[in-house]
């Protein structure tokens, strides 16, 4: 049997296989209350259906400022705990576990009245200029990553992925590109990741089951200014001492800049695998992963923990039963007995 496809404890969760959903925003929120609609139910439970190990929501908003785009999903009420608890419950009901990522999205919360940030700059052109939060500020977002895995507790989820990656809020504030401010938020490494560390321990305060979370560990910047790898090991670290479960590393984000390194199959396992090197926690990896040989012989080599996969599965709700044939996997079973009927 692969690895790719055997049931595995991963980050705290037992999972049937090594393949997450990968986060990805649908902005099918059409009426901008941050509750999830038909749409979600049907996309997730297609993803179940799918044999998928663990979905990870889309990005989920703390606060209504601080979502991407007003299309967003919300967890700053109850109506929308309720409606994420029937979630949760139908994807158990298929056999899959189920995680949130909670979010600020910052400077890059596009429709936000007032979007705010570490330091007023804006992240383009097209993109207005951020206020500067005040500390009183700081400490409330902190408090809203509390109050959103409250109600993701409540809900029943899996656990709960923080997204520090792809340039939202705590990213704005790891990376120095973003972070010019001199108080105690920001400067050095350790002043910059001290949100992170406040937001971890809201989560964990409010949230009894595994905490995950995404990093960006290059900003594609070539001034010289962003965090170094041994930098993101010193992080990493840090998340491990503080509870963390699980680093699942992506990269970019922070700026309108393109990779300045080569983007092939499997481009950011490298920084995956230099984390991993760093700390005894898990690490997973996300980024054109759609080759399940590619897949198999990064979990055979130990260069990460889990397969997050992103626009594979938009592509192919049938992923892992075609990863099965692929790999000669005779012992993957797809979701019942009238699927089989229609597998080759
Ligand atoms: C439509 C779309 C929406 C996305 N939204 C999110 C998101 O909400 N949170 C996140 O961490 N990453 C998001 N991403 C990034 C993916 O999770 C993933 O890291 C990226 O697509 C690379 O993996 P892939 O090559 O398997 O697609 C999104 C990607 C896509 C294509």
Redesign the pocket.
């Known amino acids: 049997m692969s690895l790719l496809l055997s049931k595995a404890n991963i980050g705290g969760l037992d999972l049937k296989n090594r393949v997450a959903m990968?986060?990805?925003?649908m902005y099918e929120v059409k009426n901008e209350d941050g509750i999830l609609t038909p749409f979600h139910f049907a996309h997730y439970g297609m993803r179940a259906i799918g044999q998928v190990g663990l979905i990870i929501t889309?990005?989920t908003a703390v606060d209504p400022e601080g979502r991407i785009t007003k299309n967003d999903l919300g967890l700053w009420n109850d109506e929308q705990a309720n409606k994420f608890k029937e979630l949760v419950d139908s994807i158990h009901y298929l056999g899959s576990k189920i995680g949130v990522?909670l979010n600020h999205a910052g400077r890059k919360a596009s429709d936000a009245k007032h979007p705010v940030a570490p330091s007023s700059f804006d992240f383009s052109d097209n993109y207005r200029i951020p206020e500067e939060l005040e500390v009183s500020q700081i400490h409330q977002i902190v408090k809203k990553f509390g109050q959103a895995a409250k109600r993701a507790n409540d809900a029943g989820v899996d656990m709960v992925e923080i997204?520090g990656?792809?340039g939202y809020l705590l990213h704005q504030f790891l990376s120095a590109v973003a972070n010019k401010r001199n108080d105690e938020y920001g400067g050095s490494l350790e002043n910059r990741y001290r949100i992170v560390q406040e937001v971890i321990d809201a989560v964990k305060d409010n949230y009894e089951g595994p905490v995950w979370i995404?990093l960006s560990l290059s900003d594609y910047d070539t001034t010289g200014t962003q965090n170094t790898m041994s930098e993101w090991q010193q992080v990493s670290r840090w998340l491990e001492a503080d509870g963390i479960n699980l680093i699942d590393v992506?990269t970019g984000g922070l700026t309108d800049d393109a990779p300045d390194f080569p983007v092939h199959d499997g481009y950011q396992t490298k920084f995956a695998s230099q984390i991993k090197q760093a700390v005894k926690i898990p690490v997973s990896t996300?980024?054109?992963?759609d080759n399940p040989g590619l897949c198999e012989y990064i979990l055979q080599n130990n260069q990460a923990d889990l397969i997050?996969?992103?626009?594979?599965l938009l592509r192919n709700t049938n992923w892992l039963a075609d990863a099965a044939n692929d790999l000669h996997d005779h012992d993957f079973k797809v979701f019942n007995d009238s699927y089989k009927r229609g597998q080759k």
Not at 286 to 289: A, I
Not at 308 to 312: I, K, P, S
Request: one cysteine or more; proline letters at 5%.
């Open positions: 990968s986060p990805m925003c889309e990005s990522q997204h990656a792809h995404r992506s996300v980024g054109l992963l997050m996969e992103g626009r594979a």
